[in-house]
């Protein structure tokens, strides 16, 4: 099966616009996580959706939103861009949800707020 | 509240050594703990999870619920074990808190 797909894999943008990073998961993963990784933070859970519903919410801003599609696919924005919002943003599918299920990983998308 | 604690940044090993890795846990329940690994320019993966017991490239894990830890460990480290490596916690299936994580050096 082909592996989690993550577009685009680089991105610049500037303080005060937004962004759009989009996430194909494994072909019959119904479960999409997202993810913000810094050198400092490590990895630090956004949201996870499943059947196109948001299922768990990390501690971040409202201006980090999700959504997913009935394929699976998961969208993820980030409006009025910080430069603290510069990160590897990763996404990652499993099965399910809610059975602590293997997470599989995407290669990323780099964001970087100038 | 910090779930994962990984104590050590940066771990620096010779080739055919012990190494440790820490994972010190924050959960009241019965946690799933897991150890995943990301070597240079590779993605994130799944080294082992505790439930499985398993033995993945040499690593173990046990889960010592007294301490709250979960430590990797092997036993002969090699070069190839070079890596960035996180613990990571499931709270009740739901969402992953991971580790800061550790990245470990095998000097040849």
């Known amino acids: 099966k082909a592996g989690v797909t993550q577009t685009p894999r680089y991105l610049i943008k500037t303080r005060g616009q937004q962004v759009t990073l989009s996430c194909s998961p494994i072909?019959?993963?119904?479960?999409v996580s997202w993810y913000q990784q810094t050198p400092g933070q490590g990895l630090q859970f956004l949201f996870e959706y499943f059947s196109e519903t948001q299922r768990n919410k990390g501690n971040f801003p409202g201006r980090f939103s999700g959504r997913q599609f009935s394929n699976s696919r998961s969208e993820m924005n980030v409006s009025t861009l910080e430069l603290g919002d510069s990160a590897l943003y990763l996404c990652?599918?499993?099965?399910?949800?809610?059975?602590?299920?293997?997470?599989?990983f995407g290669p990323g998308t780099r964001l970087t707020v100038l | 509240a910090q779930r994962v604690t990984q104590p050590e940044k940066l771990l620096s090993v010779f080739k055919g050594a012990p190494v440790e890795l820490k994972c010190n846990y924050s959960?009241?329940?019965?946690?799933?703990l897991f150890w995943y690994v990301q070597y240079s320019r590779q993605r994130l993966q799944l080294l082992l999870r505790?439930?499985s017991r398993e033995s993945i490239k040499g690593f173990t894990a046990d889960l010592n619920k007294g301490e709250t830890s979960f430590h990797l460990k092997k036993p002969f480290a090699q070069e190839e074990d070079s890596a960035m490596y996180y613990c990571a916690l499931s709270e009740a299936g739901n969402q992953f808190y991971f580790g800061t994580g550790t990245s470990l050096t095998v000097i040849p």
């Open positions: 505790h439930i």
């Open positions: 990652a599918s499993s099965p399910r949800t809610g059975a602590a299920d293997t997470q599989y």
């Open positions: 072909s019959g993963h119904r479960s």
């Open positions: 959960y009241s329940g019965s946690p799933e």
